[in-house]
């Protein structure tokens, strides 16, 4: 089914770097402009450890949504910070352990609209939609998720590598907390967050490179180990905890990494 994809039209600005499509370069997509190639190979010279992490939490991703849809019996997912669509999104995954899952997608950047279609074959059970909406934007995205999800019903809210862009100031604990107390019990948190004690010098490097490149209000902020798991307060953490990204439930990918990958990730149910 394809939903019409909801918001304005925003011009895009391709001369400054955006998070969904340096992430698109990492992944060696062809969705980007040179500002997002730019900023994604200065970041990744300053630390070699993030395109195999950016991959690493793509996979972490699919083991999240697997578990979620199979052994939780979650059937539907708010997806924010969805990023520009790439294979095994959110709602593939979703489907093919429940052809009746169904999905939100929510992202800020013009470009993801622009490809929402893609995000938005879904199989004929179920349902997918897209908002383009700032994280911060909470009582929207609810509203407009109300839609087409049942919010009395447990859903998977997945906030993967997309807090690191809501810097202190704008409290995304308190975003966070928000989103979750919208949500029936027995909801999801999956969230992975780039890490500010792994490889620390290199992440402060990379994050420098990607920041002076970054679109305003888009620059990103990592956290540490207590600062990731702090997200999870409300939740009861799942097992192996906050961890690094290969760490979490493995499924045998057998991807070795070259070092330690500088990302925090975990699942937690409300």
């Keep these: 089914m394809y939903e019409r ?12 770097a955006h998070p969904a499509r340096v ?9 980007n402009y040179l500002a997002d190639r730019e900023a994604a190979e200065l970041a990744a010279a300053a630390n070699p450890e993030i395109v195999p992490a950016v991959r690493a939490n793509r996979a972490f991703l699919g083991r999240a949504v697997r578990h979620l849809a199979g052994e939780a019996g979650i059937r539907q997912f ?3 910070g969805t990023g520009i669509p790439a294979a095994d999104n959110t709602h593939e995954v979703a489907q093919r352990v429940d052809p009746g899952a169904r999905v ?15 995000l938005l074959v879904s199989a004929a059970e179920g349902r997918t939609d897209y908002l383009q909406a700032d ?14 999800l049942d919010l009395s019903q447990p859903v998977g809210l997945m906030l993967v590598a997309v807090l690191q862009y809501v810097p202190d100031a704008d409290d995304p604990y308190d975003l966070t907390r928000r989103l979750l107390d919208a949500l029936a019990p027995g909801s999801h948190l999956v969230l ?8 620390a010098e290199k992440v402060v490097e990379s994050m420098r490179a990607y920041n002076e490149r970054a679109a305003e209000h888009a620059g990103a902020t990592p956290r540490t180990h207590a600062g990731v798991t702090r997200f999870f307060d409300s939740t009861d953490l799942l097992a192996p905890g906050v961890v690094q990204l290969p760490e979490w439930r493995p499924e045998g990918e057998g991807v070795a990494a070259p070092g330690p990958l500088p990302m925090w990730c975990g699942v937690g149910r409300k």
């Design 5 to 16: 994809p909801t918001g304005p039209m925003v011009p895009i600005n391709s001369s400054v």
């Design 104 to 118: 939100v997608y929510v992202d800020n950047d013009p470009i993801v609209l622009a490809h929402a279609r893609a």
């Design 23 to 31: 992430y698109n370069a990492w992944l060696g997509g062809k969705d």
């Design 135 to 148: 994280l911060r934007d909470v009582d929207r995205i609810l509203a407009a998720a109300g839609k087409t």
């Design 192 to 199: 992975s967050h780039p890490a500010a004690d792994i490889g």
């Design 78 to 80: 708010l997806d924010i």
